[in-house]
Nanobody, 126 residues
Framework: QLQLVESGGGLVQPGGSLRLSCAAS????????IGWFRQAPGKEREGLSC????????NYADSVKGRFTISIDSAKNTVYLQMNSLKPEDTAVYYC???????????????????WGQGTQVTVSS
């Protein structure tokens, strides 16, 4: 059974950093797009970044470009989201999601993804 588990969330001060992990089980990371998303209270789920596990191409939303970095460790079947220069407006529940695909370039739009993790809370506050 395909499962995604996020971890690494927490409370951080503005300007700080966090690294989120998305551990995949029940499948190997071949020909998948793995995306990171977030949802703040009262707002729609927002796509942040994605990575093609086969081609290692990445894509970022403008809101996080230059601050967030997505990466993959195939040996650990895990995708990471390194978040730097965090702002209070980054506060949200962060999710990872997966979809099987042969496309070279992924798009981090929530409607494109099938399998979702349970989310991890990130709070940016002083």
């Amino acid at each position: 059974q395909l499962q995604l588990v996020e971890s690494g969330g927490g409370l951080v001060q503005p300007g700080g950093s966090l690294r989120l992990s998305c551990a995949a089980s029940g499948f190997t990371l071949d020909y998948y797009a793995i995306g990171w998303f977030r949802q703040a209270p009262g707002k729609e789920r927002e796509g942040l970044s994605c990575i093609s596990t086969k081609f290692r191409t990445t894509n970022y939303a403008d809101s996080v470009k230059g601050r967030f970095t997505i990466s993959i460790d195939s040996a650990k079947n895990t995708v990471y989201l390194q978040m730097n220069s965090l702002k209070p407006e980054d506060t949200a529940v962060y999710y990872c999601a997966a979809v099987a695909t042969v496309q070279v370039l992924c798009v981090p739009h929530p409607k494109n993804y099938v399998h979702w993790g349970q989310g991890t809370q990130v709070t940016v506050s002083s």
